[in-house]
C-alpha cells in the first residue's frame, strides 16, 4: 500500500473540531514525528484529553502504512486539576472513531504512574509524548518514569514548555524541563516547536553535542527559541553575538542611547 503524507491543512482540516490545546505546528510535528516512524513502533502519549493530539499521532502511523505500530494512549480520562472532574472517554473515542485511526490506538484508563507500573518492559517506546498534568511533581514522575523506557535514538517531547520569560506555558513545566530534562545527559538533539520541546535519547553524547543542549536551554530560557537554528554549530563568541544582537532592543535607551536624555520627554522611549 502507498503511503501518502498529508499536507498541514489536510491535517488541520482533520482535527479542527476536536477539543484539545495544540498549536498547528505542534499537530504537524506530530504527525510527522509518527509518520516517520519505524515497522511497529510504540507510541507512548501521556495525557490524551479528547484525542487531539492522539489522532494526529494514529494519523502519521495509518498514512506511512505502519500497520503494527500503536499509539498507547494513557489517561484516567477523568478530567484534571486545570478541567475539572470530567468524563471525557466517550468524546476521545468519537473522536479518533471519525479520524479513522481507532485501530492503531490503544486506551489505557490509568494514571500515568499505574500504566508504567503494568507496562511490559521490554515493550521500548520509540515516541514519548508528554501533556499530563501540569504541576511540577506530575511532570517530573513522567519524566523520570518513562525516559527510561525510550529506545537508543527514540524521541521524547514535552508539551506547554514555554520559555522563562513566556508565560504562555505552565510554571511546573517549565520547572521540571528546567530541573529534570535539560539535565539529562542521555538526551541530545533538542528542538522547539511553538509551545513544545524535543530531544533524541542518546547513550552517547559528544562534548560537541553537550554544547548545543547548553545552547539550546539558553535559547529558551530566554523565550527565544527561534534563535536555536542560528545558533547551532557557533562556538561561544558567536553564540554571544547571537544573543546580544537579538537583546539589542530590550536593553534600555538611556543606557545604549544615552542623548536620548536631552530629548523631549514624550519621545524617550
Given amino acids: ?45 501521556i495525557g490524551s484529553y479528547c484525542g487531539k493530539s492522539t489522532v494526529c499521532l494514529a494519523l502519521g502511523l495509518k498514512d506511512s502504512n505502519n500497520k503494527n505500530a500503536r499509539v498507547y494512549a494513557i489517561d484516567p480520562f477523568g478530567g484534571s486539576s486545570e478541567h475539572g472532574s470530567i468524563d471525557t472517554f466517550p468524546r476521545f473515542r468519537e473522536n479518533t472513531r471519525n479520524a479513522g485511526v481507532e485501530g492503531f490506538i490503544i486506551p489505557v484508563k490509568s494514571t500515568s504512574e499505574e500504566a508504567y507500573r503494568k507496562w511490559d518492559p521490554v515493550r521500548n517506546i520509540d515516541l514519548l509524548w508528554i501533556d499530563g498534568g501540569h504541576e ?10 518513562w525516559l ?15 520559555g522563562r520569560f513566556y508565560y504562555g506555558g505552565f510554571i511546573g513545566v517549565r520547572r521540571a524541563l528546567k530541573e529534570v530534562l535539560f539535565k539529562r545527559e542521555c538526551l541530545k538533539e533538542y ?9 533524541r535519547k542518546s547513550h552517547s553524547i559528544t562534548q560537541k553535542e553537550a554544547w548545543e543542549r547548553w545552547k539550546a536551554y539558553v535559547c529558551w530560557w530566554t523565550g527565544e527559541v527561534g534563535l536555536y537554528p542560528r545558533a547551532r554549530g557557533l562556538g561561544m563568541a558567536g553564540f554571544a553575538l547571537v544573543v546580544l544582537s537579538r537583546y539589542f532592543k530590550r536593553i534600555p535607551k538611556f543606557i545604549r542611547k544615552p542623548w536620548v536624555l536631552l530629548m523631549d520627554e514624550s519621545k524617550r522611549w
Fill in 1 to 45: 500500500m502507498e503511503t501518502v503524507k498529508k499536507s498541514p491543512e489536510e491535517l488541520y482540516s482533520i482535527i479542527r473540531k476536536i477539543d484539545g490545546f495544540l498549536y498547528d505546528g505542534e499537530a504537524y510535528f506530530l504527525y510527522e514525528s509518527a509518520f516517520g516512524q519505524r515497522p511497529g513502533a510504540v507510541i507512548a502519549e
Fill in 136 to 145: 511540577y511533581e506530575y511532570v517530573a514522575e513522567d519524566i523520570n518514569l
Fill in 148 to 162: 527510561r523506557l525510550v529506545m537508543e535514538k527514540g524521541l521524547i517531547a514535552l508539551h506547554d514548555t514555554s
Fill in 191 to 199: 528542538g522547539f516547536v511553538n509551545a513544545t520541546t524535543y530531544a
